[in-house]
């Protein structure tokens, strides 16, 4: 009887250290996670920043990034950007000396204004697309490629 009463103490011993452990590594797994998606917001921001001061015709885009307000930016509910237009033209009428001054060229000249905003991708239907296509893009998906 004495000896299984040590078994037990034993073994809730071995869970207790078990269980603060596995609490440690939860912790760690989520402040790492954290980190992470802290950075891939930044990031985000970042290449958005960029891609709207180089269609403005910034001469620097990582210049104006680094002077400019980003208070009126943030994250909508559908985890999409929000204000970063607003952001950029702010900054270039604070700061237009660090863009290309916007002339409008006529039809037929070569007249250098601001980019064209890209199209959003369109989704295609799975349904639609050709057996060899289908097949590709679900090696693709299941891959992790896409």
């Known amino acids: 009887m004495a000896e299984m009463s040590d078994d037990v103490d034993v073994l809730r011993a071995s869970v207790a250290a078990l269980t603060a452990e596995r609490d440690a590594l ?22 958005a920043l960029r891609s709207e001061a180089i269609r ?5 885009a990582d210049a104006v990034i680094a002077l400019m ?4 930016i943030s994250w909508s509910d559908a985890g999409g950007l929000s204000g970063v237009e607003d952001a950029m033209n702010r900054a270039r009428e604070a700061r237009g000396f660090l863009f290309r001054e916007e002339r409008i060229g006529l039809p037929g000249s070569t007249g250098v204004g601001t980019a064209p905003r890209p199209a959003p ?19 693709q998906f ?3 490629i896409i």
């Not at 307000?69 to 009126?72: E, H, I, K, P």
């Not at 989704?123 to 090696?139: C, F, I, T, V």
């Open 69 to 72: 307000d980003r208070s009126g």
């Open 56 to 60: 403005l015709g910034a001469h620097d």
């Open 26 to 47: 939860v912790q760690a797994h989520e402040m790492e996670l954290s980190r992470i998606r802290s950075e891939a917001r930044e990031s985000a921001v970042t290449s």
């Open 121 to 139: 991708a369109q989704a295609q239907d799975a349904r639609l697309l050709p057996q060899q296509d289908y097949a590709a893009r679900k090696r």
């Open 142 to 144: 299941l891959a992790g």
